[in-house]
């Protein structure tokens, strides 16, 4: 992996890397590379609430026992099976108890109980548009707020499609008591990382429900982050999702984890317990590349957007990805921004990104 280095003032960022040879190479950013690159770093310092949390198998939350005598042996069989039988692992009934209120925000009860009872109600936010055609659920990045992305959904619905942005779990109303961040999420805890973005991808496929019960016919996905991980997953294990636009593209889950900045302190908390080859095998149900090397990302219509300078989603793990897609039938529309992570979200890359996503989805949609 690239390491960032300062050579002072004038020199600015370089970039070292290994070559071939195994020889340290250093190569010179240009002036926007390092402008992005200490933006991203800049962003990611001004959150103060990250904590690196204990190491946890978490076994409890996947079926096992706390006392487990060997838990590797039994995650490692748990996410081989559920990888071999993903449809069902992500299956789910829509809800009974859909309701939507006079603000426009519709809850239903998710079809996983977590130990965390506010968790356990899904909240949508729903943009509605004059046609029920066309329906977009927009699934935001890790730690979004409850206000986050509501320009992009209001953006979506003056273009004649309605959005339904949700809340994932342990986000903004479903925030487990205690808690600033969605760690239950993206955690060094094994097993709830598991179960909880199994519960996202469960809970998207019931707000897909909702809204072909309301009489939308063309329905879309648009995630971004972690949303566009759990999205992703989502159309390749549902036929109702008729396209799916994504903003930044990876792999493995444990390969974010273990590579990207924002992930820094999770991987702290793992990276004495855990290989990055183990962590690999013990997320794969809940990675998209698995998914995709079963050929199941084929004839899925989809556009990808993603930053060539991006230390999160590293662009090494985009270009496998997108090399795996196309090696295994697939053929999405592609676009890469000289931006980053966070950066995405910044003039012109924004704009940019804005209104090609949107083009497509008018279109992928009509």
């Known amino acids: 992996m690239a390491k960032l280095h300062y050579s002072g003032r004038r020199k600015g ?29 800049r962003r990611w310092t001004t959150d103060d609430n990250r904590r690196v949390r204990p190491f946890e ?23 081989r099976r559920a990888v071999d039988n993903s449809r069902e692992w992500y299956e ?5 108890d859909y309701c939507l209120d006079s603000e426009s925000v519709l809850t239903f009860t998710s079809s996983l109980e977590s130990p965390w009872p ?4 899904v909240h949508a936010q729903l943009f509605p548009a004059k046609s029920r055609k066309a329906a977009v659920l927009v699934l935001p990045n890790w730690n979004a707020k409850w206000h986050g992305q509501r320009g992009l959904c209001e953006w979506i619905q003056r273009t004649g499609i309605t959005a339904l942005k949700m809340s994932l779990p342990y986000h903004d109303r479903r925030m487990a008591m205690g808690h600033e961040r969605a760690d239950q999420l993206v955690g060094s805890n094994i097993g709830l990382t598991l ?31 972690i949303g566009s991980s759990v999205g992703y997953i989502a159309l390749m294990h549902d036929a109702g999702v008729h396209a799916g636009g994504f903003f930044h593209v990876s792999t493995y889950f444990a390969d974010v984890v273990s590579q990207g900045m924002t992930t820094n302190h999770v991987w702290e908390g793992l990276r004495e317990h855990v290989t990055v080859d183990e962590l690999r095998q013990y997320w794969a149900p809940i990675s998209p590349m698995p998914f995709v090397e079963r050929g199941m990302g084929a004839n899925r219509n989809s556009f990808m957007v993603y930053g060539k300078y991006d230390p999160t989603f590293l662009p090494e793990l985009t270009a496998e990805m997108l090399e795996a897609l196309h090696e295994h039938g697939a053929s999405p529309k592609t676009l890469e921004l000289a931006c980053g992570h966070y950066s995405l979200e910044l003039a012109p890359f924004s704009y940019i990104a804005g209104y090609r996503m949107l083009t497509y989805l008018r279109s992928a949609l009509a």
Request: charged share 30%.
């Open 92 to 96: 789910t009934a829509p809800a009974d």
């Open 118 to 121: 506010e968790n356990n109600t």
């Open 13 to 41: 960022l370089v970039q070292r890397r290994k070559g071939e040879s195994g020889i340290v190479e250093e190569e010179r950013m240009n002036w926007l590379e390092q402008r992005i690159r200490r933006y991203e770093h």
């Open 57 to 79: 198998w978490g076994l409890e939350h996947v079926g096992g026992r706390a006392d487990e005598a060997d838990p590797a042996a039994f995650l490692l069989d748990y996410s």
């Open 195 to 225: 179960q909880a973005n199994r519960q996202a991808v469960q809970d998207a496929k019931r707000s897909l429900r909702w809204l072909e019960q309301q009489g939308y016919s063309r329905i879309g996905i648009l995630g971004t982050s």
